[in-house]
C-alpha cells in the first residue's frame, strides 16, 4: 500500500492494446492462414508478427513513474532510469521538443523537470504510455512538494 506521498505508475493499458495488438491479430491471421493452408507458407510471418508484438510489450513494460521515500524516479522504455531528490525538482513543464531520428528533426511532447542545480540536464519524460490521471497525480504530488 501506498503512502499519500508514495505513487507509482505503469504503462497504460491503451498502449499495450494499441502498440502490440495489431500484431498480436496479425500473426493470429497468419496462423489461421496456416492451418487452414498448410501450403500458405506463412508459420514465418506467425514468428515476425508475434516477436515484434512481444518487442512492445517489452518496451512498455519498461516505463514506470515512482514517487516514494521523497524520490521522484523515471524509467524509459529502454529500461534506463532516471532520479532525484523530490526537494531537488524546481519545476515541471510540457513542452514540444526537437529530436533526430535518420536524419529528420520530429517535435515530440515531454513532461520537462527541472532540476534546481543549474549544470544538471533536465529529466525528459515520454508521457504518451501513461494515463493523463496519472500524470496529473505525479504534477499534483510534485507541486505539493515545493511548496
Not at 30 to 59: E, F, Y
Not at 61 to 72: A, E, H, N, Q
Request: charged share 20%.
Amino acid at each position: 500500500m501506498h503512502s499519500p506521498d508514495s505513487i507509482e505508475s505503469r504503462a497504460c493499458i491503451s498502449g499495450y492494446i494499441v502498440l502490440s495488438g495489431i500484431w498480436w491479430g496479425l500473426g493470429a491471421f497468419a496462423l489461421w492462414l496456416t492451418i487452414a493452408r498448410p501450403s500458405s507458407d506463412s508459420a514465418p510471418v506467425v514468428a515476425v508478427c508475434w516477436t515484434i508484438g512481444l518487442l512492445w510489450i517489452a518496451w512498455l513494460r519498461g516505463f514506470r513513474l515512482r514517487i516514494w521515500d521523497g524520490v521522484f524516479e523515471y524509467r524509459d522504455g529502454f529500461y534506463r532510469t532516471y532520479s532525484c531528490k523530490l526537494d531537488d525538482i524546481k519545476s515541471t513543464r510540457t513542452q514540444w521538443i526537437s529530436w533526430r531520428f535518420l536524419w529528420r528533426a520530429l517535435k515530440v511532447p515531454r513532461m520537462i523537470v527541472d532540476l534546481t542545480d543549474p549544470n544538471a540536464a533536465p529529466i525528459l519524460i515520454n508521457t504518451k504510455p501513461f494515463s493523463r490521471t496519472s500524470i496529473a497525480s505525479f504534477r499534483d504530488l510534485i507541486d505539493r512538494k515545493e511548496k
